[in-house]
């Protein structure tokens, strides 16, 4: 039958998409570690160098290093966050974020920042450019204490003093607010030398080339690695091994837009002011570390007098109503891959269905009864199909034994009987169609969307965005799907038979790692089409002769 033969074709493309696409991530080799500072780098090959006016000649040249791990720490403390600040530049070398578990883990904080005890390096580094100016390897003095946000505080202040070279007084802040991930992070100049100075600021997260999370499905690696937003230019992913082979695209120069680190789930930015020129840049290390920032020029600052230069740091999950609001682009960290135009909006669906019961588990429910109401036209058709192939299955199994050693007159009186009654093979194949990107597009809402990790549903699912861990929604959604099967038409070819029935048991294997949200969408929709097959199958069959069912 042709029907089951796209159906099929359809089922093994779609798996053998994923398969190749977890495939090529899984398989793609490491950046190469690179052993020498890139060309025009400082003479320590630590400290950006910008270019000439901050002009298109020359790109900045980025450098840096992992963070002394032997250097003091202080800790500072909120409601959301504790960071681990060194002594060595002010760097973030370590940032728990308190609202979030460690995957696979009850009572860990995720760590976002890292020096590399937990998994990562991962540093937010910053500094001056110019002569007797602190960059990220001087040692600032640290305050005596550790700091936390008090009851009835909105934010806690980190002063960072650098030592004093030149008659140049700077002393590093950094903000921490009440109920945000945003860091305000500046520096205090003071002109005590004789002579106006022009320094530069430069902003920069460096990490290891390394996968932040592995998606369990596929063995899928969703995507690690820096992404520069500009107004022109968008938003442009940057890859590790591009940067590694000298071949990554990004925008250069910009008076806006904003530089990140993205992961699984999270993201990490600086988010300098609109309408500021900036300089931006992503270059390899060295021994697997990678750089991505951006450079500000500081206005002229005369002897005797102060400046102040700055930008803002988001440390966080990726929480879509919030990000957009932070800066422009920033929401578009949140990637759903080829099938953005339909996962968005069906994120936007399931957030309203999310505030109406508080849980996300019944959002999904609900969003399946909503796109089964949607498409009731489409499936309602593709039913009545299916249950007049029913009908006339003795009368196709009469042709089969009439004309079986002749395919093709088998094939036109089929054609012919389909003609007489009015019955389009194919009518059943339109909604499976329709639902197949939406069956993907929901997988990458549960894939990318940090509102579904750990968020629980009823009893054993704590977690839509894990497999079920005892398996009991696929093996559900297999029986449901071997329901569905006794309800369609057998097909005449026995072959065809064996291998339709085969698909549940298929589909279950392949449904037991898959995120029990999306198995939890298949089962109410296999639910709900069930419901509808029967009603129509029986209201077809019960049909006399003639009637306009029949």
Wanted: with cysteine.
């Amino acid at each position: 039958m042709d029907q089951r033969r796209l159906i099929l074709f359809l089922v093994f493309s779609f798996s053998l998409v994923m398969l190749w696409e977890g495939w090529i991530k899984h398989n793609n080799p490491a950046p190469a570690a690179q052993t020498t500072a890139a060309a025009g780098a400082a003479a320590d090959g630590s400290v950006p160098t910008p270019s000439a006016g901050l002009a298109a000649s020359q790109n900045a040249v980025p450098g840096g290093q992992a963070a002394t791990a032997t250097a003091p720490r202080t800790v500072v403390e909120t409601d959301l966050l504790r960071a681990e600040v060194s002594a060595e530049g002010g760097d973030i070398v370590r940032l728990e974020l308190k609202q979030h578990q460690a995957s696979g883990e009850s009572d860990a904080n995720f760590v976002l920042l890292d020096d590399g005890s937990v998994r990562h390096q991962y540093f937010a580094q910053s500094g001056l450019i110019g002569e007797g100016l602190p960059t990220h390897k001087t040692l600032f003095a640290l305050p005596a204490s550790e700091l936390a946000l008090k009851d009835g505080e909105d934010q806690v202040e980190l002063r960072l003093q650098a030592p004093e070279q030149n008659g140049l007084q700077v002393t590093k802040v950094m903000r921490f607010q009440r109920g945000s991930y945003l860091i305000d992070v500046s520096y205090e100049i003071n002109n005590g030398s004789g002579q106006a100075i022009a320094p530069h600021a430069y902003f920069q997260l460096t990490r290891d080339g390394n996968a932040a999370e592995q998606v369990e499905a596929f063995g899928v690696n969703t995507f690690t690695g820096p992404a520069f937003f500009t107004d022109a230019e968008k938003f442009q992913k940057v890859h590790f091994d591009d940067i590694t082979e000298g071949k990554a695209k990004f925008v250069k120069n910009a008076s806006d837009g904003w530089v990140a680190m993205v992961q699984h789930y999270f993201v990490s930015a600086w988010l300098p002011e609109q309408g500021a020129q900036r300089e931006y840049f992503a270059r390899p290390l060295g021994n697997n570390l990678f750089s991505a920032g951006l450079i500000m020029p500081v206005a002229a600052i005369e002897p005797g007098a102060q400046a102040t230069v700055g930008t803002r740091l988001y440390a966080g999950p990726q929480e879509q109503d919030k990000l957009e609001g932070i800066a422009p682009g920033l929401d578009l960290v949140v990637d759903y891959g080829w099938l953005t135009v339909i996962a968005a909006p069906l994120f936007w669906v399931l957030s309203w269905f999310h505030k109406l019961t508080g849980n996300w588990g019944w959002a999904i429910i609900l969003v399946t009864v909503a796109l089964k109401l949607l498409f009731f036209p489409l499936s309602a058709a593709s039913y009545k199909s299916m249950a007049k192939m029913r009908v006339l299955g003795p009368r196709l199994q009469r042709m089969k034994e009439l004309y079986g050693n002749d395919k093709a007159k088998m094939q036109q009186e089929m054609m012919n009987l389909y003609r007489t009654e009015k019955i389009n093979p194919l009518g059943g194949c339109l909604p499976i169609l329709v639902q197949i990107p939406v069956f993907i597009a929901l997988y990458w809402v549960l894939l990318g969307s940090v509102e579904m990790r750990h968020a629980p549903w009823l009893g054993w699912i704590q977690d839509l965005s894990a497999k079920d861990p005892y398996f009991i929604l696929p093996i559900i959604m297999g029986a449901s799907m071997l329901i569905q099967m006794k309800l369609n038409p057998t097909p005449p070819d026995p072959i065809q038979a064996k291998v339709m029935m085969a698909m549940p048991i298929v589909f279950t294997f392949m449904f037991l790692w898959f995120p029990s949200g999306l198995v939890l969408y298949w089962v109410v929709n296999n639910i709900l089409s069930i419901a509808q097959q029967w009603q129509i199958t029986r209201m077809i069959e019960s049909a006399k002769p003639g009637s306009k069912d029949a």
